[in-house]
């Protein structure tokens, strides 16, 4: 048999991983799959943020061109339906609430699938009727109060470990593996965690805190400056972000533990990735994403953001092989259809990883591109991450690009206002990665025609993947 088990876990930071040159916080499992993996050193989110990230996984397309925070469109052939007509089981377990509730469509295809109850404002528990705040509401995300108080809600009656959401994620995933592993399947398994509220069980959080802290607890972040939080609370929120990683990390574990038990990981390709990252106040910043300074959205997708880990491990697999080639989420489809012998539906512009793992080719492609959606701001005004080789170029669309206001649902389904374009567009920056990996020294003074060189690629891209010329006419000039 030739299964497949892809866990993504949102919001999971590269750089808070051993496999990735992390020394200070515990991820042992996530360790261990990734020294019998193909680890890629150069992943990059694609779609930006959740919801995109999700329809690159299941559609295998670059879906910026024409797609944003909204249901799976139901003309896209989906990984689950493709699968599903080659004969397989299709599971999906899920806690993330943006893919699961409402008309989501993100269950399209599956045999079968679970939905892992009360994630941030999933409106699932009513009482305590008003819970207490962890912090004061000036430390808490733009409309997070609310999210905040129903979160409080949904976990009042959690007792231990095995209550949280991770937990119940993937023994529930463990458990349909007890009762299915034995015909082919496909299991998709998408954990919230480490995303915000950061609240692990205090023992994770210990791990990392200090013990003389007595501060509030800003465990659900203001998208903006981190200068909102004094030193200590940054601090804290590190520590809390970690024991997150680390509570991940146990019960990916226990997943991995019960595939082994079942005879199934040596007949399973496992792939283990997120969406993005977070700041956590590196660029003087908290967040990801729409951070909201009169009325603007603008956030730069730097390394923390954009540079994703991937790991996948082949049936049998014992020994690590690190990759050098860029891969994105789009390429996932394409790697999964190419492994099953499924038929290709003919619609994918990812290109299938295998290749570049067995070696009979260097590279997918020459760059990396992660972007919010482009269609949606015919103005321009989404941010832009280019990056090819030591260099990044970060930028937004053409400065002069007239003002457009519209309505967005990103980052939590809550719909608002946001105006992006014209002189409150951040100017391009381009940055050396290998001489400044943490992205401090803008030098796309020193070097524009790099910028340029990045930025046409970023173009004939976009151009290769069909983008509307109206979309792409405010993108031309850098």
């Known amino acids: 048999m030739k299964n497949v088990v892809i866990v993504i876990s949102d919001t999971l930071r590269r750089d808070h991983l051993g496999c990735y040159g992390n020394e200070w916080i515990r991820t042992p499992n996530i360790d261990r799959l990734a020294r019998e993996s193909f680890v890629f050193d150069n992943a990059y ?50 806690d993330t609430p943006h893919i699961a509730r409402g008309q989501q469509n993100f269950f399209r295809g599956f045999s079968g699938y679970d939905w892992i109850r009360g994630q941030e404002n999933d409106n699932w528990k009513t009482a305590p009727a008003d819970p207490v705040l962890p912090c004061a509401e000036s430390k808490i995300r733009y409309s997070g109060v609310e999210t905040v108080r129903q979160y409080i809600r949904n976990t009042s009656w959690w007792q231990g470990e095995e209550d949280t959401f991770p937990a119940r994620t993937m023994t529930t995933a463990a458990r349909w593996l007890e009762e299915n592993h034995m015909q082919p399947f496909f299991m998709y398994v998408d954990t919230f965690d480490p995303h915000e509220p950061f609240d692990p069980p205090k023992w994770y959080a210990d791990l990392y805190a200090d013990p003389e802290y007595d501060g509030q607890v800003c465990y659900y972040p203001h998208y903006g400056p981190a200068s909102v939080y004094t030193e200590a609370e940054l601090r804290h929120m590190r520590a809390l972000y970690a024991g997150e990683v680390s509570l991940v990390d146990t019960w990916v574990g226990h997943l991995l533990r019960r595939m082994e038990e079942l005879g199934a990981l040596d007949e399973t390709m496992v792939i283990m990735t997120t969406d993005h990252g977070f700041y956590l106040g590196e660029h003087g910043l908290t967040g990801k994403a729409l951070i909201q300074e009169d ?5 730069q997708l730097y390394e923390e953001i954009a540079h994703i880990p991937l790991m996948i491990r082949m049936p049998g697999q014992r020994e690590q092989k690190r990759i050098s ?51 949606h701001d015919p103005n321009g005004g989404r941010p832009v991450t280019i990056t090819k080789g030591d260099w990044c170029l970060v930028h937004f669309g053409s400065p002069d690009a007239p003002p457009v206001s519209h309505v967005t649902n990103i980052v939590d389904d809550t719909a608002r206002e946001a105006v992006v374009a014209g002189e409150k567009i ?46 792409l006419q405010h993108r031309r000039e850098l």
Request: glycine share 8%; with cysteine.
């Open 45 to 94: 989110a694609a779609s930006f943020p959740t919801v995109p990230n999700r329809c690159d996984v299941m559609t295998g397309q670059f879906t910026f061109i024409d797609f944003e925070w909204s249901p799976l469109p139901a003309d896209k052939p989906v990984v689950s339906e493709t699968l599903g007509g080659a004969g397989y089981t299709t599971y999906f377990c899920v």
């Open 325 to 375: 080639a860029y891969a994105q989420p789009p390429d996932l489809m394409p790697t999964i259809v190419e492994f099953t012998g499924a038929a290709n539906p003919g619609t994918m512009n990812g290109m299938s990883l295998l290749p570049v793992m067995n070696g009979e080719r260097a590279t997918n492609r020459d760059i990396a591109v992660t972007t919010a959606s482009l269609a």
């Open 426 to 471: 951040p100017a391009a920056e381009l940055y050396n990665l290998r001489d400044d990996p943490g992205q401090e020294r803008d030098v796309v003074a020193q070097y524009p025609e790099i910028a340029q060189e990045l930025h046409a690629d970023h173009i004939r891209m976009l151009e290769e993947l069909g983008m509307e010329e109206r979309y």
């Open 295 to 299: 009325g603007t959205a603008i956030c």
